[in-house]
């Protein structure tokens, strides 16, 4: 599997799939993660291995890893990835009943779609999305996005995802009581070629029984079955499923021999493969047959027991989604903490400002960025003049009560704009920088300047008594590339200059060239 090519073909048919061979998905995507390493392909096999993960139900494991990959995708700025991570997500809080969550994740997968995710897979995503909107009870918003997603179906030539996106549609129709509504969809399902799988034939037979056509819908439920008994679906439940169907339109269309015969078979199916959840329907639908034919002893009885079935299940469920929610708990506290040691090693301890790490890990990608956009960055070096003598005179206290102000003059420094890109750090010892962007270098130097005021200007009397305080500015701009060291090192000859020039004063870079560059040194 050494081909690139051959492995994201791999990659494409999994993530395009409903339903999968999840060992076999398992082993290629660990295949994969190893032959292609720390590259968007490398994090998509990693992505599927957490799919995998997910339909196996260790939804924390499942949670941990998407987190990471999550973070990977939002730093490299992958849609693809931050997209289908967001699907998964929303699948799996779905899975512990958080619908509110889902309906958050997948409207954040959606948001993150553009033309790297497949056309099929973009469609699927709308499709999931309103699935959210009709399970939260947002059938408005629900059947907006079905249509949005049925039109991309039809222009793009996708008879697999229109049809899915026309069951979807039935069924949430269907499940919020509109029988009506979910039978125009089913027609036009029907007007769309291709077969119907057995899924959606179930939902005609529900559908055409609501409505009280028996025989189509005892014919949809049959034909159900014989496109599950054909097909390749190896669900657990499925087959218990298509036959309460199958009871329930028989029951309906008054044939209760053959009803309880039907139900008589989900019943050995459920013991048989311990199928919770279908059992506890077929609990409710033998009571509403025993109630059919009169027989309300019985009904009672196992209306009755339906209901402790339905408890027993909901207990069970709350204790997973209980277990489950404390080791996402634990997750995502996890994370919050690994995120804030990251973001203390960036920190400089006394001041709060970021260190020089940051500024070299952060300003060379920042330096290219604006080279490529043509943007201008101004960066300043600012240096206390004769700290030393504040050390000495009073105390190492005072010095740094006295650098910890000057950091909150720096934060607050903003030229016009606030622009998440510039920054303020601590250098060391009594040296700072000014990362200034969305402003040229004149209006930068200009601001820069009124900082150098307001730092001699700030009451220091409480703090150092009758010594003053003040700082000089060396500052210097780019709008080409340039390196880290070379555009720091003008700036400090610049900072050199302000020094050798009587202190307390901003002098410009000799070589940045501006408009109003004569205006600039008038005023400093």
Same mark, same amino acid.
């Given at each position: ?79 693809? $990835? ?27 997968? $959606?948001?993150?779609?553009?033309? &790297? ?75 769309? !070629? ?98 059919? !034919? !009169? ?29 489950? /929610? ?87 420094? @903003?030229? !016009?704009? /606030? ?17 200034? &962007? ?19 200007? @700030? ?25 880290? $060291? ?39």
């Amino acid at each position: 599997m050494a081909d690139l090519d051959a492995m994201a073909l791999v990659l494409d048919e999994y993530e395009d799939a409903l339903t999968f061979d999840v060992d076999a998905a398992a082993r290629q995507a660990a295949a994969i993660e190893d032959a292609a390493g720390a590259t968007e392909l490398g994090w998509r096999a990693r992505l599927l291995r957490a799919d995998v993960i997910e339909r196996r139900g260790e939804l924390a494991a499942a949670a941990r890893t998407l987190s990471e990959i999550l973070d990977w995708a939002t730093l490299h700025e992958c849609r693809r $990835v931050v997209a289908r991570t967001h699907r998964i997500l929303a699948r799996l809080y779905r899975a512990m009943g958080d619908l509110a969550a889902n309906l958050d994740h997948m409207l954040q997968c $959606v948001t993150a779609l553009d033309d &790297t995710t497949p056309v099929s897979g973009r469609i699927a995503c709308v499709i999931k999305l309103a699935d959210a909107y009709a399970e939260t009870g947002s059938m408005p918003a629900a059947r907006e996005r079905y249509e949005q997603a049925v039109a991309l179906a039809q222009a793009n030539g996708s008879t697999r995802r229109l049809l899915m996106a026309l069951n979807n549609y039935a069924y949430a129709e269907y499940d919020c009581g509109e029988p009506e509504l979910s039978r125009a969809v089913l027609a036009r399902l029907r007007s769309a !070629g291709g077969t119907l799988d057995f899924s959606t034939l179930d939902t005609v037979a529900r559908v055409e029984s609501l409505l009280g056509e028996h025989r189509a819908a005892e014919t949809a439920a049959r034909e159900a079955l014989r496109a599950y008994d054909t097909g390749s679906a190896d669900e657990a439940d499925a087959l218990a499923d298509l036959l309460l169907t199958l009871a329930f339109v028989q029951r309906r269309a008054g044939d209760r021999t053959a009803a309880q015969g039907s139900l008589d078979k989900v019943r050995e199916l459920c013991a048989e493969r311990s199928l919770v959840l279908v059992g506890v329907q077929a609990r409710l639908e033998q009571a509403e047959l025993h109630a059919d !034919g !009169g027989d309300f002893e019985r009904a009672y009885h196992a209306l009755r027991d339906f209901q402790d079935a339905q408890e027993r299940l909901r207990s069970a469920q709350r204790d997973a989604q209980a277990r489950n /929610r404390q080791a996402l708990f634990e997750v995502a506290e996890a994370r919050r903490q690994a995120e804030w040691f990251r973001e203390q090693a960036y920190r400089d301890p006394l001041t709060g400002l970021r260190n020089r790490r940051y500024v070299d890990e952060h300003l060379p990608p920042l330096l290219r960025r604006a080279a490529a956009e043509g943007s201008p960055v101004t960066v300043a070096m600012l240096d206390l003049d004769h700290f030393k003598r504040i050390n000495d005179t009073l105390s190492h206290e005072a010095g740094d009560r006295v650098l910890v102000a000057v950091a909150g003059l720096l934060a607050g420094f @903003h030229p !016009g704009v /606030r622009d998440a890109a510039g920054f303020a750090a601590r250098l060391g010892g009594e040296e700072f920088l000014l990362v200034v &962007t969305g402003v040229g270098v004149a209006e930068a130097a200009f601001r820069l300047d009124e900082l150098r005021q307001a730092v001699g200007g @700030h009451p220091w009397r409480p703090v150092t008594g009758e010594l003053p305080v003040t700082v000089s500015v060396g500052v210097s701009a780019t709008v080409t590339e340039i390196t880290q $060291v070379a555009l720091l090192a003008r700036a400090d000859a610049a900072l050199y200059q302000a020094k050798h020039d009587g202190r307390d004063r901003l002098c410009l870079d000799p070589d940045v060239s501006v408009p109003q560059r004569r205006r600039v040194r008038d005023l400093i």
